[in-house]
C-alpha cells in the first residue's frame, strides 16, 4: 500500500469532498492490504456517487472476494443496469463477464 499516495489522496478529498475519483482511488489503494477500508470507501462512494460506473466492478469484486455474496451481486446489478443507461458499451461487457463468472463460481 501507498502510504504517500494514501495521505496525499486524504488531503485532496479534504479540499474536495465531492470528488468521486478520490474516493475511488483511496477505496483501490487500500483494497489489498485493508478490504474492510476499501469497503468503507466503495460504501461512501456507491451512496454519495451512485452514477460513478467505475465504481460497480472494483467494489463488486472486492464484496465477492470478503464473502458479501448478496452485495456483491446487487453491485453487479446496478452496475449492468447503470452501464446500460450510461451507454456504456465496454464496462457493461467487462460487467457482464465478470457478473457471469461470479454466478457460477457461486452456483448461482
Excluded at 488531503?11 to 483511496?26: G, M, N, R, S, V
Excluded at 487500500?30 to 461512501?44: G, H, I, L, M
Excluded at 465496454?90 to 463468472?101: G, I, P, T, V
Aim: glycine content about 4%; proline content about 4%; overall charge negative.
Amino acid at each position: 500500500m501507498g502510504n504517500e499516495r494514501i495521505e496525499k489522496l486524504l488531503i485532496f478529498l479534504k479540499e474536495t469532498p465531492q470528488d468521486p475519483f478520490l474516493l475511488y482511488a483511496l477505496a483501490t489503494e487500500y483494497r489489498t492490504d485493508s478490504p474492510v477500508k476499501a469497503k468503507e470507501y466503495f460504501d461512501q462512494l456507491l451512496e454519495a456517487h451512485p452514477d460513478y460506473l467505475a465504481t460497480y466492478y472494483q467494489a463488486a469484486h472486492l464484496f465477492w472476494e470478503m464473502g458479501l455474496t448478496e452485495q456483491a451481486a446487487a453491485t453487479f446489478e446496478n452496475g449492468i443496469n447503470l452501464a446500460k443507461t450510461q451507454k456504456a458499451t465496454k464496462a457493461l461487457a467487462e460487467l457482464q463477464n465478470a457478473y457471469m463468472n461470479f454466478q457460477i463460481e457461486e452456483g448461482l
